[in-house]
């Protein structure tokens, strides 16, 4: 019985052995913005058309990825959502400064479930958030380190609407988990990128935030240092090149630089 | 009185007893493996034989054929285990008590200062039973059996775990209660020396079925 | 000395409700199941003991997640809940109960199990001689005797609600005042640049806590069994 068990354990153990795959097909790791996930995926499978090397994305809130780059994670690229975590990672002097450029723009949606009784409404000055989700909650991303979160915090507080709606918030780790409450109908409100919504069914937008309401949403990329792969500058070059824009622009995104072929 | 006639296999081991008891103290003798303790659990209630009838003073306790079987904590059948058995959370005075807490009896201080007397355990009272030698939890494990005013006493084996002194310090008080007890008694030994001390009648078991019922003079040849 | 702030003691303190509050509410069903596998055979009772162990296999994340998908607002049981009580556990500090009562149950189960199953059973039939049905029978032997292990139990799953993340972070997520409990604030802090001082200081608090929980309950546990052998 026991001699059945360790040759069963045995079995297993050629899986601890396989060797990492080698740098031979050059990866590239990409940190971006948990907002850009399905516009950078297909970024990113047409970049590997084109130049022939592997594109790796880890998606999360930009606040978290800055932390993990801070403490030594491997990426070669950041595209973060705001320029504060930039700021911080160029502070601590781990990003190519010259090759920081603002990417993309965005604008901040007001959403609903797809099947909400609500339709439309006028965001302006006065506008009462709380009174809308009634005793249910409000979903956003965490207002104090996740960009959509800091958005959405300044929006309400521009409108009079944020000493109300504090205590009712529901805040996710990230803009996209933030997204998935309010397509499960676990909250009746949300606050999230535009491209968001546009990328989730489930959900309607019910009212579009000034752009005049909260800081100007834009998205800053560069190369961090210490990066490792050798496609770094072709891939920051495809990202300016107009095939990279329409993608960006068929989910939503503004494209702030003028494309270079 | 008590009537028996029950039949149980164990296994290989088939069981098929018949006797009665009448006041007075019966002992139940055989050597071992041959079901004394089979047929006291039986008659407490503990196991239920296949076949057969217990009754005790009329009322059947046990009939296969009505399909009768009185539960274990309704038949007031006292029972002192071989290992005594006492509740080792709880003070003598509490062991003692608690056959009369779980029957709702009112304490009849006359009837607990007898039995403690009988049984000297009155200055063990106190004391919880990991404190007492093999002899005083034997003797206690009789009182508290006793204190529950029960109809019929089985004691299966109460001496079998003692050795040659205590067994001897224990039997004057098990002549005491035959005499002093007016409760009917069925005494379990494979002892030749304490049954011809304790016990009138006798009710003789070999390999599951009864031999011979008789007075003590059965065991003059053993 | 410690740097703490108000939101941080709302974790501290929220930690400790719900750890106490769900330990309270599992216990009387804990000693009824480890009562009912230790003494009881039935037909599906091996159904039955996976069901009451899987948390203790499955991912936290994976639980948390069935029961969001049961519990949750739009779900069925939590819908059904909602409507006709007004019951609601979606981000609320009740939700964090279950899930951290549902992960803790298996370990209550087990210990308060193994501490009845060795308990003399000739003890009970003794006091069923002596006149105890069942009930009673239950009550001033076998639960009394099994006391040591079910502090054992109930401190196991206290412990356990204490450090539970990730079922709970998946079902109720991380609410400031509701449902942030220390594990996720640190988490949470962790998340941020800069947050890694505050982060020590919850880090030095949930230590503390921890020890004292497992001091309080070696001390709880044997003078349980002193007085069980009439130290």
């Known amino acids: 019985m026991l001699a059945r068990l360790v040759a069963a354990f045995c079995l297993f153990l050629p899986l601890a052995a396989t060797p990492q795959p080698a740098a031979a097909q050059d990866t590239l790791t990409v940190f971006a913005a948990a907002s850009l996930r399905n516009a950078l995926d297909n970024v990113n499978k047409a970049f590997t058309k084109v130049s022939g090397a592997h594109v790796t994305a880890s998606y999360a809130a930009s606040s978290a990825l800055a932390q993990q780059i801070a ?38 949606v007001l959403i609903a479930p797809k099947a909400s009784k609500l339709d439309h409404v006028t965001i302006k000055k006065g506008f009462d958030i709380a009174k809308l989700a009634g005793k249910y909650r409000i979903a956003v991303a965490d207002t104090k380190a996740v960009p959509a979160g800091l958005y959405a915090k300044a929006a309400l507080k521009s409108l009079g609407a944020w000493k109300a709606a504090e205590s009712k918030l529901a805040q996710a780790e990230n803009v996209r988990a933030t997204l998935a409450y309010v397509a499960r109908g676990e909250t009746p409100l949300g606050i999230v990128y535009s491209t968001d919504a546009k990328v989730e069914p489930k959900v309607k937008v019910i009212g579009v935030f000034p752009d005049d309401s909260h800081p100007p949403i834009k998205y800053p990329v560069a190369a961090m240092k210490d990066a490792k792969s050798k496609a770094v500058t072709q891939y920051l070059q495809f990202l300016r090149t107009p095939e990279a824009k329409a993608i960006f622009e068929h989910y939503g995104f503004t494209f702030l630089l003028k494309p270079v072929s | 009185m008590l009537t028996v006639d029950i039949e149980k296999s164990f296994g290989e081991f088939s069981l098929h007893a018949a006797f009665n008891v009448a006041g007075g103290c019966t002992a139940l003798f055989g050597p071992s493996g041959a079901g004394k303790t089979s047929i006291i659990s039986m008659i407490a209630g503990l196991t239920r034989p296949d076949h057969g009838r217990i009754a005790l003073d009329g009322e059947a306790l046990f009939d296969s054929t009505t399909r009768t079987n009185v539960l274990v904590s309704r038949r007031h059948i006292g029972l002192v285990f071989q290992e005594g058995r006492l509740f080792p959370h709880l003070s003598v005075k509490h062991n003692l008590d608690y056959g009369r807490w779980m029957n709702g009896l009112t304490f009849d201080s006359a009837a607990f200062d007898h039995v403690t007397a009988l049984l000297d355990i009155g200055h063990l009272l106190t004391r919880r039973p990991g404190r007492l030698s093999g002899g005083e939890r034997q003797r206690v494990a009789i009182g508290r059996a006793l204190l529950m005013q029960p109809r019929l006493l089985l004691l299966d084996e109460p001496l079998a775990s003692l050795d040659a002194a205590r067994k001897s310090e224990i039997l004057p008080y098990l002549e005491r209660l035959r005499d002093e007890a007016r409760v009917p008694m069925i005494y379990v030994s494979h002892s030749p020396e304490e049954v011809k001390r304790i016990a009138s009648r006798v009710v003789m078991l070999e390999a599951g079925r009864v031999v011979a019922v008789n007075g003590a003079e059965l065991l003059a040849g053993v | 000395m410690l740097n703490l702030t108000p939101q941080d003691w709302t974790a501290v303190l929220l930690t400790l409700r719900i750890a106490v509050v769900a330990t309270a509410v599992t216990l009387p069903f804990g000693i009824a199941l480890a009562t009912l596998l230790a003494r009881k055979d039935f037909w599906g009772k091996a159904l039955v003991e996976a069901i009451v162990y899987l948390p203790l296999v499955l991912p936290p994340v994976v639980t948390g997640y069935l029961l969001l998908i049961t519990l949750g607002r739009k779900a069925p049981v939590g819908a059904f809940l909602d409507q006709h009580f007004g019951i609601v556990f979606s981000f609320r500090w009740t939700g964090a109960v279950i899930s951290c009562g549902v992960m803790a149950f298996p370990l209550m189960v087990r210990a308060i199990r193994l501490s009845i199953e060795a308990i003399d059973r000739k003890l009970e039939d003794a006091a069923a001689t002596l006149g105890a049905n069942w009930f009673w029978c239950f009550v001033t032997v076998t639960l009394p005797l099994a006391l040591p292990g079910i502090i054992a139990g109930a401190m196991l799953a206290f412990a356990r609600a204490l450090g539970e993340f990730g079922a709970t972070i998946t079902f109720v997520s991380n609410i400031p005042g509701e449902t942030q409990t220390i594990s996720a604030a640190i988490y949470t802090l962790t998340q941020v640049p800069g947050g890694d001082v505050a982060a020590l200081h919850l880090v030095v608090v949930a230590v503390l806590i921890s020890l004292a929980a497992l001091v309080t309950s070696e001390w709880l546990a044997r003078r349980a069994t002193a007085r069980l052998h009439g130290a």
């Open chain 1, 71 to 108: 403490q030594g994670a491997p990426a070669d690229v950041y595209l973060s959502a705001n320029v504060k975590w930039m700021d911080y990672l160029q502070k601590q002097k781990l990003i190519q400064i010259a090759t920081r450029v603002n990417l993309l723009g965005n604008s901040l």
